[in-house]
């Protein structure tokens, strides 16, 4: 897959880079939501947890807390700071008209790996916890 220039001489993008392209720019829209959600969630946990007052749900309010504080407070960032040196690598590739760089590839694969993973991970935690404070209301 190699890069053509267009009759203006300037570069035609391979579909694949544009699709990369938008699919980091997705993802990083999607952080920000996820950053968003988890703060609702501390607000919700802030408000209820008084009134959980068993040792398990003690327990649970002690473990939603710190993987709100997780997300929120380190991975949520660090996912969108490898997305965002992502996007720059992807710049470098337009910018140098490497369209063919299979190391590019396969580390975009491996971040979307990453990414869908977290994001299963973060649907199941968010069924977790509203399940749990749906106890309070």
């Known amino acids: 897959m190699e890069s053509v220039l267009s ?3 300037k570069l035609a993008i391979q579909p694949s880079l544009l699709d990369m392209h938008h699919s980091s720019l997705e993802w990083l829209s999607t952080t920000v ?5 988890v703060a609702f969630f501390q607000k919700l946990l802030d408000r209820y947890s008084p009134q959980l007052t ?3 749900d003690k327990k ?3 473990h939603f ?4 504080t997780y997300y929120g407070g380190e991975l949520i960032d660090s996912l969108r700071k ?5 996007e720059h690598k ?9 369209s063919t760089d299979t190391e590019y590839y396969q580390e975009q694969l491996e971040l979307m790996d990453e990414l869908g993973a977290f994001m299963k991970t973060f649907h199941s935690f968010k069924s977790e916890f509203f399940s749990f404070i749906e106890k309070a209301l």
């Not at 490898?82 to 992502?86: A, G, T, V």
């Not at 992807?90 to 490497?98: C, H, V």
């Open 54 to 56: 068993s040792i398990e």
């Open 82 to 86: 490898k997305i965002k040196l992502h």
């Open 7 to 9: 009759p203006a001489g």
């Open 60 to 62: 649970k309010v002690s």
């Open 33 to 37: 939501l996820w950053k968003q959600e």
């Open 90 to 98: 992807l710049a470098d590739r337009l910018q140098e008209l490497k």
């Open 65 to 68: 807390q710190n993987v709100i």
